[in-house]
């Protein structure tokens, strides 16, 4: 209840099960009246990112499936993060109300929409909620050109300055080609 004409954020790791758990998670806040759902591309949004988008767009929050720092499922490889409307993880208060209450469903709203293609950039209708499924790099490379001097470090790169960096498994790679190669040209 209350959630009636929100928009949620939901992407991931693309851990398994990512796709099939987004695909259930908009067939949900459909059928809870979301007015809108912004999937990144793919399934694939990093939690940066998914805080960005949430703060950017006023979002009522996001699901972000990863085990980052939330370790869950069988083998502690995948888990549920909510952020809330400020972009940041959501209070104990708010989880531990969310274990709680996830500990009495009998029943819960799904819609009957079909499945998503949640690979190509565009906007569709599910019901009669709007899935925008963009480019989950964009927005936070723009962030980060907001942030930090980016004509300075690719006047750094251009003097042979070299470095090399690890995403350790992470999603962070796409956003890495996009900041490091082609915006500053390391």
């Known amino acids: 209840d209350g959630f009636q004409g929100k928009t949620l954020v939901i992407g991931g790791d693309g851990r398994f099960y990512n796709r099939e758990v987004i695909q259930k998670a908009i067939a949900i806040a459909a059928g809870n ?17 998914a805080s960005n988008i949430i703060r950017k767009y006023k979002t009522f929050g996001g699901i972000i499936l990863s085990a980052s720092h939330n370790p869950g ?12 409307g400020n972009g940041g ?6 989880t531990d109300a969310i274990f709680a209450k ?3 469903i009998k029943s819960f709203k799904i ?10 950039i565009g906007t569709v209708k599910a019901g009669d909620m ?3 499924i963009f480019d989950p790099v ?11 001097d980016f004509e300075a470090l690719r006047k750094l790169f251009k003097s042979g300055f070299r470095m090399r960096f690890d995403a350790m ?10 900041i490091l190669e082609r915006r500053l040209g390391a």
Request: charged share 25%; hydrophobic share 35%.
């Open 102 to 104: 996830s500990k009495e």
């Open 138 to 148: 964009k927005d936070y490379a723009e962030l980060m050109e907001s942030l930090f």
């Open 73 to 84: 499922g069988p083998h502690e490889d995948f888990g549920i993060k909510y952020n809330a």
């Open 111 to 120: 819609a009957d929409i079909g499945e998503i293609d949640i690979d190509t």
């Open 33 to 49: 009246g979301f007015g809108k759902v912004m999937v990144g591309q793919g399934g694939i949004l990093s939690t940066p990112a």
């Open 130 to 132: 709007t899935v925008e």
């Open 169 to 178: 498994h992470a999603v962070t790679g796409p956003y890495a080609k996009e």
């Open 89 to 94: 993880p959501a209070p104990e208060k708010i």
